[in-house]
């Protein structure tokens, strides 16, 4: 595609117009676009206007800007990560009626975990995870059981780069977390008590497919001071389940 006299090409600057859009930012001005995204207010609106009319972006009455059905509709078609939670889903929720706190459902994106479910119930405890938020590989249950489980250099790129912690607890010295990292491929699942918020413990397991390749994390968030066990032994049935139903044959 032609490229801008910036040299950004048409795809660098429809992935800039889209990436302005998060779990909690999922409606703006075609202003708020252009000076998020970076680019030039005439160019944004330009793009806008061009998926507006695609079907990709759509206005609401008061002219502000959304994702489209149509994009919803274009990603989800042949989707693997759909595939995924469909084969979960009905895990996923024996997890949820039996644990009864926040069930959720995990893929490796751009080195960080990308959530594509959560199940919650009305008095579930404290968790910021949203379907389609990210959180870092390090500083979560599920990232830590995919980066455990991810191929050496997805390790050494995480590593190498700087770990934010996000609690007092969040493991962000690169020894500290290679050994979690051994200690959750000896034990098959990953704790980590108060590493996201200090109030809160997440617990994960790999999901594997028929392949028996590692293509998602399964997870609960319980209160900080929970047993963990019935849960630990609650999602590693459910990802045995799963990964059967995805074709895995021991």
């Known amino acids: 595609m032609a490229n801008s006299p910036t040299g950004d090409s048409a795809t660098d600057r429809l992935v800039r117009i889209l990436d302005t859009f998060t779990p909690t930012r999922t409606v703006q001005t075609a202003t708020e676009i252009g000076r998020r995204s970076g680019l030039p207010s005439s160019t944004a609106h330009r793009i806008v206007t061009e998926l507006v009319e695609a079907g990709l972006l759509e206005r609401d009455e008061d002219r502000r800007v959304r994702i489209g059905m149509r994009l919803w509709e274009l990603a989800t078609r042949s989707s693997h990560a759909l595939r995924l939670r469909q084969a979960a889903m009905p895990f996923m929720e024996r997890v949820q009626s039996r644990v009864r706190e926040h069930t959720?459902?995990?893929?490796l994106e751009q080195d960080e975990a990308l959530f594509l479910e959560r199940l919650s119930s009305p008095?579930?405890?404290a968790n910021i995870t949203r379907v389609a938020g990210r959180l870092p590989l390090h500083a979560?249950?599920?990232?830590l059981v995919l980066l455990a489980f991810g191929d050496v250099d997805l390790q050494e790129r995480?590593?190498?780069s700087p770990l934010a912690p996000l609690t007092r607890a969040t493991l962000s010295d690169p020894a500290a977390v290679r050994r979690k990292l051994a200690e959750v491929r000896?034990?098959?699942?990953a704790i980590a008590p108060g590493y996201i918020?200090?109030?809160?413990?997440?617990i994960a397991v790999p999901v594997r497919d028929e392949t028996s390749r590692v293509v998602a994390a399964l997870s609960v968030v319980l209160p900080r001071d929970a047993e963990t066990d019935f849960a630990v032994v609650e999602l590693h049935?459910?990802?045995q389940d799963i990964a059967r139903s995805l074709g895995f044959r021991h």
């Open 104 to 107: 959720q459902l995990a893929i």
């Open 123 to 125: 008095d579930s405890g």
């Open 140 to 143: 979560s249950s599920s990232g």
């Open 158 to 160: 995480v590593l190498s």
């Open 186 to 189: 000896a034990i098959g699942h």
């Open 197 to 202: 918020e200090e109030v809160s413990t997440g």
């Open 237 to 239: 049935r459910a990802a």
